[in-house]
């Protein structure tokens, strides 16, 4: 109780530039945690979508049933896999090109969905990347900030000694502590920041190698049928 005390009185002479550094700490760390949640539950969903779609697609693609593999690809069951968007992106330019009935070369109707395929990666990547890099911004300011808190509470404690005339521990110990919590809270809230940037990184590359080998398989798939 005493100590719940102490940080509400903490709290109370605290400045209003150090309670509103408090809060863009406090604000920060809801928005690392609110972006991490959201990836975490779209990243789990990419994955456990893009493992029940690839067998199902690479099953069609191999019994010559391209309509089957479109129809696969545009089900919203698959709406989070990045896989689907990616082969997706290849079945429909090549069917447009079948259906338009362009005099192409084989080696142009393959560049062409092979750009069509490049660009689908470009976007889903840059897709499953958004929010990380704020976690990563979080985790490399919020030790400053915690740091500015610190120095400004600092330097009103030392303003109150000379103040006051008194400069005994007593006087700065209180002031000092105060300032120190906020070095305290910005550590709390960059460190959980900068695993999770790292974490998600990692998911990012996992990810964007598994659409790499899609497209470089779907790619030899359309320059087999073409042949």
């Known amino acids: 109780m005493d100590g719940g005390m102490d940080l509400i009185a903490m709290w109370n002479s605290m400045g209003t530039t150090t309670k509103a550094l408090a809060f ?22 990419a994955q456990s979508q893009s493992k029940l779609y690839a067998p199902q697609v690479a099953k069609h693609l191999k019994e010559g049933r391209l ?21 997706l992106a290849g079945l429909q330019e090549y069917q447009f090109q079948m259906d338009s009935g362009a005099t192409l070369s084989r080696e142009d109707v393959v560049d062409t969905v092979r750009r069509a395929i490049q660009r689908a990666t470009a976007l889903t990547a840059n897709d499953l990347k958004k929010g990380i890099p ?11 900030i915690g740091l500015l808190g610190t120095v400004i509470g600092v330097i009103n404690a030392f303003h109150g000694i000379g103040a006051t005339g008194s400069a005994g521990l007593g006087a700065v110990s209180a002031g000092i502590s105060e300032a120190l919590i906020k070095t305290a ?6 460190i959980p920041a900068v695993m999770l940037y790292n974490y998600f990184t990692g998911r990012l590359e996992y990810f964007n190698v598994e659409m790499d080998n899609s497209s470089s398989e779907l790619v030899d798939y359309f320059i087999k049928k073409t042949a």
């Open 67 to 87: 309509k089957d593999a479109l129809a696969v690809s545009q089900s919203k069951t698959y709406q989070y896999s990045h896989l689907a968007k990616v082969v």
């Open 134 to 144: 704020a976690l990563a911004t979080i985790g490399a300011t919020a030790p400053f």
């Open 185 to 190: 809270l910005g550590l709390f809230v960059a």
């Open 24 to 45: 863009v700490l406090v604000f920060m760390s809801m928005w690392s945690v609110g972006v991490s949640i959201e990836r975490y539950y779209t990243f789990k969903m």
